[in-house]
């Protein structure tokens, strides 16, 4: 019974924190959407209340909250996540954003806290639900997700160096047939790189993968507004690495968990090689997981003092932008 009030102590901290964020989030954050995005709102209000009701943002928000830690909770029960990440995830500024914001892939969330030590058999069985799911829907991140699962099923099956760097290795070479203007008769994928011609030769024709790492970095811990101010998102995503790699014990973390990094870090080069764009981490919110399995307890009171800290300068930085 003893050993029960420190942890019944944690739970309530990070219970605590994950609705300090929703709160302040809810209030504080002038939250644009897109005309897809008020679509989704509809859609969604309907599905659950027979009518399509424009409600306040915050109870959409609220709702799309609830949806999201109801499949979370699924997937932990299915020992699909693990504690340590649900933990991280809830002292994540990030992650409640994402699972409350209006997206309409807000329900993609949840499925990318799954853990990435599965075995083949489990790999190939989300990856199955994951391909239903998207048939279903259509959504494209759903599509991210089981390319990164595929690598780790490489991995597993033998090649944790080379399934990784194919992939990247893949983008490449896709991205240089887009170049010589071959892309689209690409066998299998020529139609679907075809969409991403507007993105590469408009939006960002001077891309580079360190232009890749700086906007992920910057987004990774949490952002909102695309202002000036992108320097608090990248100051706070700085710290809490340093923060987390000061704990004993994180360095040997991170090195018995480089393969999955190693697959992360491929797709993430790879697929951006090929889009020139979406580089924003919610698009690689899989990310979660690999901070779980490196962060040791000792830092989690750490993690969501500086999430707080982040979340309270946002909202500061959206009130003077208001």
Not at 286 to 309: D, E, Q, T
């Amino acid at each position: 019974m003893m050993r029960s009030v420190p942890q019944q102590g944690m739970a309530g901290g990070v219970l605590l924190v994950a609705l300090a964020y929703f709160v302040i989030q809810s209030a504080a954050f002038p939250f644009e959407m897109r005309p897809d995005e008020y679509k989704a709102v509809d859609t969604y209000v309907g599905w659950l209340s027979g009518d399509v009701v424009r409600s306040t943002e915050a109870f959409t928000r609220l709702l799309l909250l609830i949806t999201n830690l109801s499949i979370t909770f699924v997937l932990y029960r299915l020992r699909l996540i693990n504690m340590q990440t649900l933990v991280i995830a809830a002292l994540w500024p990030m992650t409640i954003f994402l699972f409350s914001k209006i997206y309409w892939e807000f329900f993609v969330f949840p499925f990318c806290l799954v853990r990435h030590d599965l075995t083949v058999r489990g790999e190939l069985a989300f990856i199955g639900a994951l391909a239903a799911l998207l048939a279903m829907t259509g959504e494209a991140n759903l599509a991210v997700l089981i390319m990164f699962r595929m690598v780790l099923v490489g991995q597993k099956g033998g090649f944790p160096i080379l399934a990784p760097l194919a992939f990247a290795g893949a983008g490449v070479l896709i991205s240089v047939a887009m170049d010589a203007g071959v892309g689209a008769n690409l066998p299998f994928i020529g139609s679907h790189v075809a969409r991403f011609s507007w993105t590469r030769d408009v939006v960002n024709p001077e891309y580079s993968v360190f232009e890749t790492v700086a906007i992920f970095m910057t987004s990774f811990h949490f952002f909102t507004l695309h202002t000036g101010l992108w320097m608090i998102d990248a100051a706070f995503s700085i710290l809490v690495v340093i923060s987390i790699m000061c704990f004993a014990g994180s360095f040997q973390r991170l090195r018995a968990n480089w393969a999955p990094i190693l697959a992360f870090a491929c797709v993430l080069c790879g697929l951006t090689e090929v889009t020139h764009a979406f580089q924003n981490a919610r698009y690689f919110f899989f990310y979660l997981p690999l901070i779980a399995s490196i962060a040791p307890p000792a830092s989690w009171p750490i993690v969501g003092g500086l999430g707080i800290a982040h979340v309270v300068f946002k909202a500061a930085e959206a009130i003077w932008y208001g």
